[in-house]
């Protein structure tokens, strides 16, 4: 399995193993069924969650999932169905589910929404054969009072995703959202729009040939604490 350093969204750097590693080598050392979770905090109500899994916290109550940060669950989850539950600093449940895990696969889970509604998607993370010299994007739109978005590269031409709502885990889940598509690699501008075209926000990024990222869109766009923000994970 190889790893790489995973890029926090702001400032930190955390080390996990990578999906395009994960996805290229099912070689198990061990032969025990598992499987592979990498967890995104997009919820802007919360400065942190903890997620717990069959009464395991994946995080410590010292060292919570920040706010727009990632990283990946300590270890392999054992495959089947899990018990999954995500946690408030207050030791609120806001989120309580159960979700069946596959041997040798590959998953990410988005928490996001409002104090009213929180939500949680979990994806099963495919390969893109021969993705030869591009990478591999996906986008989901996790942001809050922001209803519709268009995502383009490098110019307002021809948007790579458009009319994009938030999430849902109908949406979310499936697989017209979760699978990746190959695009160009190199230095790109990634620029989001609203419903009538008017750009939001913009981010730039060097996308390394061969590697697997989901573009989100996160945040408030009406505050000024959390507003809205790109965020690239590199998986």
């Given amino acids: 399995m190889k790893t790489q350093t995973i890029k926090l969204f702001f400032i930190a750097l955390l080390s996990v193993s990578v999906l395009s590693g994960c996805l290229k080598d099912n070689d198990n050392i061990n032969d025990l069924p598992r499987a592979f979770l990498l967890m995104v905090n997009a919820y802007t109500p919360s400065p942190s969650v903890i997620h717990v899994v069959d009464n395991n916290n994946l995080q410590s109550w010292h060292d919570?999932?920040?706010?727009?940060?990632?990283?990946p669950a300590p270890g392999y989850l054992y495959v089947?169905?899990?018990?999954?539950?995500?946690?408030?600093?207050?030791?609120?449940?806001?989120?309580?589910?159960?979700?069946?895990?596959?041997d040798k696969s590959t998953y990410t889970s988005f928490v996001f929404g409002t104090a009213e509604q929180p939500k949680q998607i979990i994806t099963d993370d495919k390969a893109i054969e021969n993705l030869g010299d591009k990478a591999a994007l996906r986008f989901f739109h996790l942001a809050n009072n922001t209803p519709k978005v268009n995502v383009y590269l490098?110019?307002?031409e021809t948007p790579i995703y458009s009319n994009r709502e938030i999430e849902s885990e109908l949406t979310?889940?499936?697989?017209?959202?979760a699978n990746f598509t190959a695009q160009k690699s190199g230095k790109i501008n990634i620029i989001i729009t609203d419903e009538n075209n008017n750009t939001l926000i913009e981010k730039s990024k060097d996308l390394?040939?061969?590697?697997?990222?989901?573009?989100i869109l996160t945040g408030d766009k009406n505050s000024t604490e959390k507003p809205l923000y790109i965020g690239l994970i590199e998986q």
Wanted: hydrophobic share 25%.
């Fill in 80 to 102: 089947g169905n899990r018990k999954i539950k995500t946690i408030s600093p207050e030791n609120k449940v806001l989120i309580d589910t159960v979700y069946t895990f596959k």
């Fill in 154 to 156: 490098d110019s307002k």
């Fill in 64 to 71: 919570p999932l920040k706010y727009s940060t990632y990283r």
């Fill in 172 to 177: 979310g889940e499936n697989a017209k959202h």
């Fill in 208 to 215: 390394v040939a061969g590697r697997y990222y989901s573009i």
